[in-house]
């Protein structure tokens, strides 16, 4: 029964973030459910999730002049999904949260929706982008993409993060999140890809890093 339901949740928020998303190339970020276990993880990955590990799946693609990376990632984080939710709609901490984010700011805002400056600091290298971020709390999601309206270090970037309970618990949530991105050949273009690939795939680690650290009684 548990796995049943947790077979449910897993695969019913991804395939609501995927319907939230803008783009149908969202499709491979999750698609690659592989695993043999009910929940769609090995039983591998299952202890990883278990032990409070990241949990990533790195997808590359090319479509048109586009060179996309990224992929799909998971993490148990010891908080109730409600608290780990009003985490992530916290925007005005989303660079405690982000990797190796040194700013993250809303220039625009309207109903269930903002627009977010995040610029990184990786070593020497800056690089910023304006992000378009859809909250639908009923659900617990998150779907993001790049605003084309704004000045961006990104040629594209969409994705999704989304919440629910670990195994029924009410203590521990689940962190789902996509992501595509062509990085281009500026500055971030720049970096070792590999390296790229795997920072992408690690804001579910941080955000469990900032939640087990200095945000973990702000949102109860």
């Known amino acids: 029964m548990r796995d049943t339901k947790a077979r449910g949740l897993i695969l019913g928020a991804l395939a609501a973030s995927l319907l939230l998303a803008t783009s149908a190339w969202l499709t491979p970020v999750s698609a690659q459910q592989d695993a043999t276990g009910p929940d769609g993880f090995s039983a591998a990955e299952r202890r990883q999730l278990e032990a409070g590990e990241l949990v990533a799946r790195r997808v590359s693609r090319h479509r048109g002049q586009r060179q996309l990376i990224g992929g799909s990632a998971w993490q148990v984080v010891d908080q109730p999904a409600?608290?780990?939710?009003?985490?992530?709609?916290?925007?005005?901490?989303?660079?405690?949260?982000?990797?190796?984010?040194?700013?993250?700011?809303?220039?625009?805002?309207?109903?269930?929706?903002?627009?977010?400056?995040?610029?990184?600091?990786?070593?020497?290298?800056?690089?910023?982008?304006?992000?378009?971020?859809?909250?639908?709390?009923?659900?617990?999601?998150?779907?993001?993409?790049?605003?084309?309206?704004?000045?961006?270090?990104?040629?594209?970037?969409?994705?999704?993060?989304?919440?629910?309970?670990?195994?029924?618990?009410?203590?521990?949530?689940?962190?789902?999140?996509?992501?595509?991105?062509?990085?281009?050949?500026?500055?971030?273009?720049?970096?070792?890809?590999?390296?790229?690939?795997?920072?992408?795939?690690?804001?579910?680690?941080?955000?469990r890093a900032y939640l087990h650290g200095s945000g973990r009684d702000r949102y109860r």
Not at 82 to 87: G, I, Q, S
Not at 110 to 132: D, K, N, Q, T
Not at 170 to 187: F, K, P, W
């Open 82 to 207: 409600e608290v780990t939710w009003r985490a992530l709609t916290d925007s005005a901490r989303y660079s405690r949260m982000l990797p190796a984010t040194e700013e993250a700011r809303v220039v625009a805002h309207s109903p269930g929706s903002r627009v977010v400056r995040i610029r990184h600091a990786v070593g020497f290298v800056r690089a910023s982008y304006h992000l378009r971020m859809t909250y639908d709390h009923d659900r617990r999601d998150i779907a993001f993409r790049l605003d084309r309206q704004r000045p961006n270090d990104l040629r594209a970037a969409w994705g999704f993060l989304n919440v629910t309970p670990f195994e029924d618990e009410d203590e521990r949530s689940l962190i789902s999140y996509g992501v595509m991105a062509d990085v281009g050949g500026g500055v971030l273009g720049g970096l070792v890809r590999g390296e790229l690939h795997d920072w992408l795939l690690r804001v579910p680690e941080t955000v």
